[in-house]
């Protein structure tokens, strides 16, 4: 896989680990380097009892001792205050050496962009910004903002804003003819710090609740996933950790008896099969009832090989099927794939910036003998030749 991408000439990728186990990155990115690509390793914040000063400063330096290309400092929830930020970008920075620190954050308690300045003058010199309309919200900070308010600080940013407001009216127009939703500033929210639940992730609990015709019991199912957290030993709140505790929270809350049911990937979780960090700090008494099933004994006995590239090639189109089309069809399924290929085609956005050539080049695939404009003054035909 990766030697295809490295071809293709995409030489530097983001690595995480949800456990910010960097033993397990630091391997990888070995293997990554003999293949041509940099890697650049992600320290996820979060909080919890378990989070601590110590435990982010010994992360640093585990991070540090895989010697990667950078190090990116990455606060997924928006939950980092400026306080917050100061102390653990200054501590990080003081475990990693000389390796280049990257600061990103989610806009989505509305914190992100006043983080982001803290980060820079703690000594942060790349930070993740967004293009309006797709700024704000649950994304990144706006490059415009956040360009602004540091040059409102006296630093002096590299970046050439003067050719980006074509960027933002061409997704603005976009957003507005397809009815699809824009980003902006959000409220803080003091319950974010309880639940920690990423903001797309509420909006599909939200959903999800509505379909069972449940949505009035989504404020139970934020408070239950604040507890299941706490029992299942304060996973990061990123996927597929994200995803296993609010699944069975609204489980919990739905069944009306605790871990009385219990998903798959939970009694997964609590073998250990997604690292034994979590199971071994799991509560025990939760622990040994999501382990006291069935369904739990006979996902303990199952075998999971891991197939050779000769099976999976055979499994998705066999050896006719290119490298890169192996590789859709592995990691995003034949059913994108395909999708893909019976997909309309592309529509094609005017170009507003140049209106009257776009028309003509519209006019111009249609089978018209001749096209003739007049606005004021001005008057132009143009006439098929033959």
């Not at 071809?7 to 995480?16: A, N, V």
Request: glycine share 8%; hydrophobic share 40%.
């Amino acid at each position: 896989m990766i030697s295809t991408v490295v071809k293709y000439g995409i030489d530097l990728t983001r690595t995480s680990n949800a456990w910010n186990n960097f033993t397990l990155l630091g391997k990888e990115a070995i293997e990554l380097k003999k293949l041509g690509m940099d890697t650049v390793m992600n320290l996820i914040y979060a909080i919890s009892p378990r989070h601590t000063d110590e435990y982010y400063a010994q992360k640093a330096r585990d991070a540090a001792a895989c010697k990667p290309y950078r190090l990116c400092f990455k606060d997924v929830g928006g939950m980092l205050t400026p306080e917050r930020t100061r102390t653990l970008v200054r501590l990080i920075k003081q475990n990693i050496g000389d390796i280049p620190l990257e600061f990103h954050a989610h806009c989505n308690n509305g914190l992100a962009p006043f983080n982001l300045l803290e980060a820079v003058k703690a000594g942060v010199r790349i930070v993740h910004t967004a293009i309006p309309p797709l700024a704000n919200g649950s994304s990144q900070p706006s490059i415009f903002n956040v360009v602004g308010n540091l040059r409102a600080l006296g630093y002096q940013p590299r970046v050439n804003t003067a050719v980006l407001p074509p960027v933002q009216e061409h997704f603005s127009r976009i957003a507005e003819r397809e009815h699809l939703p824009t980003g902006a500033p959000r409220e803080y929210d003091q319950a974010w710090y309880g639940h920690q639940v990423p903001g797309g992730m509420i909006s599909n609990l939200r959903h999800q609740l509505k379909l069972m015709g449940k949505e009035e019991k989504l404020p139970h199912v934020l408070d239950e996933i604040t507890q299941v957290r706490a029992e299942l030993g304060y996973p990061i709140m990123v996927t597929p950790f994200a995803q296993f505790v609010g699944s069975q929270a609204a489980i919990n809350v739905i069944v009306g008896e605790r871990y009385k049911e219990a998903t798959d990937p939970v009694i997964q979780y609590a073998l250990g099969q997604w690292g034994t960090e979590g199971a071994d700090y799991m509560d025990p008494a939760v622990k040994a009832k999501i382990l006291d099933r069935p369904r739990a004994r006979e996902i303990a006995k199952t075998e999971h090989p891991e197939p050779s590239l000769a099976e999976v090639r055979k499994q998705y189109g066999g050896a006719h099927l290119s490298d890169e089309e192996l590789l859709l069809r592995y990691y995003a399924g034949p059913e994108f794939v395909d999708a893909l290929k019976s997909a309309p085609a592309r529509k094609n956005y005017a170009n507003m910036g140049t209106p009257l050539v776009r028309l003509i080049e519209e006019l111009g695939r249609k089978k018209l003998g001749h096209v003739y404009i007049r606005k004021g003054d001005f008057a132009l035909t143009v006439r098929r030749g033959g």
